[in-house]
């Protein structure tokens, strides 16, 4: 079982940078792809952006690119967004999710086998 937190959620005025983190339980966190996704009230899940077992590979979804980045740390169990120039449509809860070894595509939500919490980010306008 694999417990994840997120974490760094908060307010940002539109235009702002905010930077999310995932800290995950076990030791075998390199054997997981890791993912984001968001999903604001009243909405569907939706993907972020994915990242591979290295972090060597990276996915983001059309409504992100060249302003989201996902990292992660191995030694620190850690996985994290960059969010850049962000936009009041950004609001919503956002999802840490691991997959087991994991395989193309990144981007589909059932293909993940744990979940965080939840934080939320709310970007003003």
């Known amino acids: 079982q694999v417990q994840l937190v997120e974490s760094g959620g908060g307010l940002v005025q539109a235009g702002g940078s905010l930077r999310l983190s995932c800290a995950a339980s076990?030791?075998?966190?390199?054997?997981?792809?890791m993912g984001w996704f968001r999903q604001a009230p009243g909405k569907e899940r939706e993907f972020v952006a994915a990242i591979d077992w290295i972090g060597g590979t990276t996915y983001g979804a059309d409504s992100v690119k060249g302003r989201f980045a996902v990292s992660r740390d191995n030694l620190k169990n850690t996985v994290y967004l960059q969010m850049n120039k962000m936009e009041p449509e950004d609001t919503a809860v956002y999802y840490c999710a691991a997959m087991y070894l994991g395989s193309w595509p990144f981007s589909t939500a059932y293909e993940y086998d744990y979940w965080g919490q939840g934080t939320q980010v709310t970007v003003s306008s």
């Open positions: 076990g030791r075998t966190f390199s054997s997981y792809v």
